[in-house]
């Protein structure tokens, strides 16, 4: 079965200029600053193309981040060595040109980013993402990302629950 996208690295090759997603901020980070953030190595950027016409139709950034311990829940901390810091992943931004919304593109990258923190072999306790608005908190939290009580706009769920979430679909 041919799948409508496939997910990749983004390379310079890439023809960013006609991305839209609605958002400007993260419309101009894609198009002028990603770039350079991939240089520096302060993120990896990976695009979701679409098969039938090779446009990217979406994209997402990876991190690497800490969680202060005591921003967990208890119940989660009491399972953890006592680092003051846990390591984690960032999802700094992901967004879905207007072309393709509906399509349940920001989902598909979302377990594709998932996947990808698993497989790096990296060792990373949870999935972070900071929500720009309470839809896209909404969107997160049907994912089972949980929201940090003092940062309520900043979710995070557990690799091992995001896992589980993977094989369930």
Do not use: W
């Amino acid at each position: 079965m041919n799948r409508p996208f496939r997910i990749e690295s983004l390379t310079q090759e890439r023809d960013r200029t006609t991305f839209d997603c609605g958002v400007e901020p993260l419309n101009d980070y894609f198009q002028v600053r990603v770039g350079q953030d991939m240089r520096r190595r302060v993120t990896a950027c990976y695009v979701a193309i679409d098969n039938a016409t090779d446009q990217i139709a979406g994209y997402y950034t990876l991190a690497a981040f800490g969680i202060v311990i005591t921003e967990l829940p208890p119940d989660l901390v009491k399972k953890l060595p006592r680092y003051p810091t846990i390591p984690a992943v960032k999802v700094g931004r992901l967004a879905v040109d207007m072309n393709y919304k509906g399509k349940k593109l920001g989902g598909a990258m979302l377990f594709d980013a998932i996947s990808r923190t698993c497989k790096s072999g990296i060792a990373a306790y949870a999935l972070v993402v900071d929500a720009k608005d309470e839809n896209a908190a909404a969107f997160y939290e049907h994912f089972g990302f949980q929201r940090f009580k003092d940062e309520p706009q900043t979710l995070f769920i557990p690799i091992g629950s995001a896992l589980k979430k993977l094989a369930g679909n």
